[in-house]
């Protein structure tokens, strides 16, 4: 059974989550804070305005005020608050889960592709009426070169630590 993450709570609970008073988080629902009839904190929609509509801007520009170091902290705990809610509801991955499935399914690609030479070579031979024997050799020296060609390339999202020329 999957646990599904609660659409709302009270607002002295969403306090407890973003980490501020139950009198701030009223004085958020004034200002707009979005809150169902019954009063509760919508809790994804009120994440996404406290991230949207909190602002750090204040009018020091000598360092960092104290209420811009809150309001920073209120927006990074919004932010976690908002992905703990996506974990629990299985929307958001964790990123060695991500990169474990795609190398595994570039193997199998890879696999995939180095077979085509034997598996369809000898057919293609014979449609086009040539020899399947160097057919089937000239195929599989050009897909390898291609591969080893082209996939020397780090993932975009991840940086080149030297083992994407690893042979697996």
């Known amino acids: 059974m999957t646990y599904s993450a609660p659409d709302t709570e009270s607002q002295a609970q969403f306090a407890r989550r973003i980490g501020v008073s139950r009198q701030y988080v ?3 629902v004034s200002q707009g804070l979005p809150i169902s009839e019954d009063g509760r904190v919508e809790i994804k929609r009120a994440l ?4 949207a509509n909190v602002s ?9 005020t104290l209420t811009e170091a809150k309001t920073q902290l209120l927006l990074l705990q919004a932010h976690k608050a908002e992905l703990e ?14 990169l474990t499935a795609v190398r595994t399914f570039a193997r199998m690609f890879r696999d995939h592709v180095l ?5 369809y070579g000898p057919e293609l031979a014979a ?3 040539i020899d399947a024997r160097s057919f089937v050799a000239s195929l599989d020296e050009a897909i390898r070169r291609c591969l080893t060609e082209e996939f020397n390339e780090p993932l975009p999202f991840q940086p ?7 042979r697996d």
């Open 85 to 98: 809610v996506e974990q629990l509801e299985g929307s958001l991955i964790d990123k060695g889960d991500a």
């Open 127 to 129: 449609t086009y009426q």
């Open 26 to 28: 009223h004085k958020l």
């Open 56 to 64: 750090t801007k204040a009018g020091s520009d000598d360092g960092v």
């Open 160 to 166: 080149n630590d030297g083992r994407n020329n690893e």
């Open 48 to 51: 996404k305005w406290v991230r």
């Open 115 to 119: 077979r085509f030479p034997n598996r």
